[in-house]
C-alpha cells in the first residue's frame, strides 16, 4: 500500500503504514542528553482515531509534567493564586539554588561513573554533561548530600517545593523517571537512584567520600 503521508498544519504529520495502519506523529526537541530527535506517535485504524489518541497521549504528557524542559505542573481547574503561588516558587528557586543550607555542598561527589559537580550544578556520566533541569539537579543534589541514605518523599517534597507543596508525590516521580533516563543506563536496574518503595529515594554511596 502507498504511503499517503503528508504534513499538516504546525509540528505533526499523518501518514498510512503499509499495513494500512495511520499515524500521527509530532517531533518535539532533542534529547540534550543523547542528541536524538524525540516525538509524540499514536496509531489508529483510520485518520480520525489516531488523532484522536495523539490528542490524548499529549494532553496527558502536559498534564504530568512529561513534555521536555518541565520543571512543574498545574492541573485544570487551577486558581489564579496556585498558579501565582507556582510562579513565586520556582522564581524564588532560581535565585537560591544553592542558598539551602541541605543542598549546599562544595565540589565534586564522585559515585561510578557518575559527578555530581555542585560548584557547577552539573551532573556528568562518563565526563559528559547529562543536562538536568534545575529541578532535576535540585533532586540530585539533595540525594548526593546525603548519600547512602533513604530520604523520604515527603522529604523531598517539602526540602524543594516548600512546606505548603502538600503530600502529591507526582511531579518527584515524573522528576525522578526524567532524572533515571538521563543518568543511568538501564533506569530498570538503576546504579545510582534507587527506590525504597513506600519510603523514598537514595543514591548510591562511595566510601571514599
Known amino acids: 500500500m502507498t504511503d499517503m503521508r503528508r504534513r499538516t498544519r504546525g509540528a505533526g504529520s499523518v501518514f498510512r503504514d503499509k499495513n494500512g495502519t495511520w499515524h500521527y506523529r509530532r517531533e518535539l526537541d532533542r534529547d540534550p542528553a543523547t542528541g536524538r530527535p524525540r516525538r509524540i506517535e499514536a496509531k489508529g485504524r483510520n485518520k480520525a482515531e489516531a488523532r484522536t489518541r495523539f490528542d490524548a497521549k499529549a494532553a ?18 487551577f486558581s489564579p493564586a496556585e498558579l501565582l503561588a507556582r510562579v513565586r516558587t520556582a522564581i524564588r528557586h532560581t535565585r537560591t539554588t544553592s542558598a539551602n543550607s541541605e543542598i549546599a555542598r562544595e565540589g565534586p561527589y564522585t559515585v561510578g561513573e557518575m559527578t555530581i559537580d555542585y560548584n557547577k550544578h552539573q551532573v556528568l556520566v562518563r565526563g559528559e554533561n547529562v543536562h538536568l533541569t534545575l529541578s532535576e539537579f535540585r533532586i540530585v ?37 526524567n532524572i533515571r533516563r538521563k543518568i543511568e543506563k538501564n533506569p530498570a536496574e538503576p546504579e545510582y ?3 525504597e518503595v513506600g519510603v523514598g529515594y537514595r543514591m548510591a554511596e562511595n566510601s571514599e567520600n
Open 193 to 195: 537512584l534507587f527506590t
Open 141 to 177: 543534589a539533595l540525594l548526593g548530600k546525603f548519600a547512602g541514605k533513604v530520604l523520604t518523599y515527603d522529604y523531598i517534597i517539602k526540602e524543594l517545593w516548600g512546606p505548603r507543596a502538600g503530600g502529591d508525590n507526582q511531579i518527584l516521580r515524573v522528576n525522578m523517571a
Open 60 to 77: 496527558e504528557m502536559e498534564r504530568t509534567g512529561l513534555m521536555p524542559g518541565a520543571d512543574d505542573y498545574v492541573t485544570k481547574p
